[in-house]
Every structure is written in structure tokens, then in C-alpha cells.
């Protein structure tokens, strides 16, 4: 059964303090993995999509990564509006998405 | 380009009844997904629909259903509802072409309160 673990479940950052997010995942016949943001009360806004391990995407202070097991969204200095819960998910078969609980990210000013 | 849209954006129920959510796809996009998101964990894949097909189900009971319309615009039926339905209803739009990965996009959810 396809699964996605995604640690820490919170993360309290200051402004300016970068960290790293992980999501281990198990899948058979990875299709793609995909990295989204959901603020309060609204849906997921995409983000990212790493096909292959080794592959690295960055936009804005936002770098995300995959090796054969997992995949880190590392946030390089962190502002207060980066605040919201990450989540990430597989894609395998047809094009059904399998989530994790996500991470909620809080950065202090 | 217009993005996913849901409607409504809030409904409040009793348990027993039934609810329709209607979503409209992205421009250009010929497949529809929908989640159950309860508060605080991932969203849920419920079913998928391509060409007005359903393409794919998840761990739902049959009282889930959903319609697909020419138009690529969709519905999410569910039946005899219970309070355990309550959850933010998530529609997500795609363009399927050719066997690999494809995003999708998702709309702001329907958030259902069953009482």
C-alpha cells in the first residue's frame, strides 16, 4: 500500500532561521511526487513536482528534493508570510494523489 | 486561464440527508479528483473522473458518487449523510496526456458540517 510520512508535524522557526522538511515515502512505480501549500480554510496551492531521484527544483526560498526514499523541502531564511502547512504527496498507477498529514510551518518575526 | 471552482463554500447539514458540491475545472483540463480533507490530516482521494468515466476509486462507500459533464464540470453526491462527513470537500482539475505524472490543481473546498 502506497504511503507518505511527512516529520516534523510542527515546526516554530524565527524569521530568517532555514530548515528542512521531510516526507518518506513507500510506492510502487512512482509516477511523481509533489510538494503542495495549504493555508487556513483554503485548498492546496502546487508547489513543486520531482519525477526522478536526484532532481532538485527551487522557486524563491523554497528548495525541494527526492532521493529513491525520500524528499526534503529545505526553506532557505524563512519570512513570516512562509507560514503555512506543507504537504506532500505521491502519484502512482493513474493519477489518484496519496497524501501525507503535512507539516505546519510557523515562522516568528 | 481560470482556475478550479467550488461551490459552495460552506454547507451545513443533518445527518441522513443529502448534499450535491459542484466544482469547475480548470480551462483546458479534462480530469477531475476529489478529497476528503478531515481537520488536521491529508486530503483523502475519493474518485476520479476523465471524460466523464470514472477512472479510479478510493476507499469510499457506494453512497459516494460523482458525475462528470461535457463541459468537464463535476459533482460530488453523497447520500444518508453522517457526522463523521463532516470535512473540507476538495475538487482538483488535471490535464491527462500520456502515462506520466500530472498536476493538479485544486479549488478552495466546500467545507460540509454534518449536525
Known amino acids: 500500500e502506497d504511503q507518505v510520512t511527512q516529520s516534523p508535524e510542527a515546526l516554530r522557526l524565527q524569521e530568517g532561521e532555514s530548515s528542512s522538511l521531510n516526507c518518506s515515502y513507500t510506492v510502487s512505480g512512482l509516477r511523481g511526487l509533489f510538494w503542495y501549500r495549504q493555508d487556513p480554510g483554503k485548498g492546496p496551492e502546487f508547489l513543486f513536482t520531482?519525477?526522478?531521484a536526484g532532481e532538485e527544483k527551487e522557486k524563491e526560498r523554497l528548495k525541494a528534493t527526492l532521493t529513491k526514499k525520500e524528499s526534503f523541502l529545505h526553506i532557505t531564511a524563512p519570512k513570516p508570510e512562509d507560514s503555512a502547512t506543507y504537504l506532500c504527496a505521491v502519484q502512482a498507477g493513474f493519477q489518484k494523489l496519496v497524501f501525507g498529514t503535512g507539516t505546519r510551518l510557523l515562522v516568528s518575526p | 486561464e481560470t482556475g478550479v471552482t467550488q461551490s459552495p463554500t460552506h454547507l451545513i447539514k443533518t445527518r441522513g440527508q443529502q448534499v450535491t458540491l459542484r466544482c469547475s475545472s480548470q480551462?483546458?483540463?479534462?480530469?477531475v479528483s476529489w478529497y476528503q480533507q478531515a481537520l488536521g490530516q491529508g486530503p483523502q482521494f475519493i474518485f476520479q473522473y476523465y471524460r466523464e468515466e470514472e477512472n479510479g476509486r478510493g476507499n469510499f462507500p457506494p453512497r459516494f458518487s460523482g458525475l462528470q459533464f461535457p463541459n468537464y464540470s463535476s459533482e460530488l453526491n453523497v447520500n444518508a449523510l453522517e457526522l463523521d462527513d463532516s470535512a473540507l470537500y476538495l475538487c482538483a482539475s488535471s490535464l491527462a496526456q500520456g502515462g506520466g505524472a500530472h498536476i493538479q490543481y485544486f479549488g478552495a473546498g466546500t467545507r460540509l458540517s454534518v449536525l
Open positions: 520531482l519525477y526522478s
Open positions: 480551462s483546458g483540463h479534462n480530469t
